[in-house]
């Protein structure tokens, strides 16, 4: 079965960039999207179609899709980021998710 | 603008049928564009797809819990419901109703969630 695989963690300070990679076979002929999970919430999408920014989440998201890696890259992260993030893709019309990254802000 | 409610009981017995149904409001299931589904999430773990629904009544299923799920949706309602049989305890989790766009298309990203119901195996 189809899978894609996270970082279990990623640390980044305020002004830096943070990435967060998810790899699968052949990930670049899929389209990935990404959701943030704070604690205790529902997760809400920060990319959809590789790249593509939802209204209303902040340009400091971006996403790219390319060979077998996904990255989500989030340029001077604030505090409010820290979450969890998990990649998305369709796979034989079944809906995989990524194992999830906790980031932290430091 | 579009809110998902889950509802079930909270507790469910080993080896019974967990039940949920998720209510639409602000928009109707019977959108064209889209599709409804179900994921899980058991306690400190990652996110779980397992099935989605279009309003016409086709269904998708994860095929590693295919043989337990059924996903079923009322239009006169704006409804659609879960139930997973046989269930033990690593069926636990909260469990979200969520939307998407079609299957493996650009848009099947889940663009609403419901907020999550916790359902709790166990005699």
């Known amino acids: 079965s189809y899978e894609l695989t996270q970082p279990p963690s990623v640390s980044v300070s305020p002004g830096q960039t943070a990435s967060i990679t998810c790899s699968g076979d052949?990930?670049?002929?899929?389209?990935a999207c990404w959701y943030q999970q704070r604690p205790g919430q529902s997760p809400v999408v920060v990319i959809y179609?590789?790249?593509k920014r939802p209204s209303g989440i902040p340009e400091r998201f971006s996403g790219s899709n390319s060979g077998n890696t996904a990255t989500l890259t989030i340029t001077g992260p604030q505090a409010w980021d820290e979450a969890d993030y998990y990649c998305q893709a369709w796979d034989t019309s079944t809906a995989i998710f990524g194992g999830g990254t906790k980031l932290t802000v430091l | 603008q579009l809110q998902l409610q889950e509802s079930g009981p909270g507790l469910v017995k080993p080896s019974k049928t967990l039940s949920l149904t998720c209510t639409v409001s602000g928009g109707s299931i019977s959108s064209s564009s889209h599709y409804w589904g179900w994921i899980r999430q058991s306690p400190g773990k990652g996110l779980k797809w397992i099935g989605s629904?279009?309003?016409?009544?086709?269904?998708y299923y994860n095929p590693s819990l295919k043989s337990r799920v059924t996903i079923s949706v009322d239009t006169s309602k704006n409804q659609f419901s879960l139930k997973l049989s046989s269930v033990t305890a690593a069926d636990t989790a909260v469990y979200y109703c969520a939307r998407h766009g079609p299957v493996s298309a650009a848009a099947g990203y889940f663009d609403s969630w419901g907020q999550g119901t916790l359902v709790t195996v166990s005699s």
């Open positions: 179609q590789d790249n």
């Open positions: 629904i279009y309003y016409s009544g086709s269904t």
């Open positions: 052949k990930l670049g002929n899929k389209y």
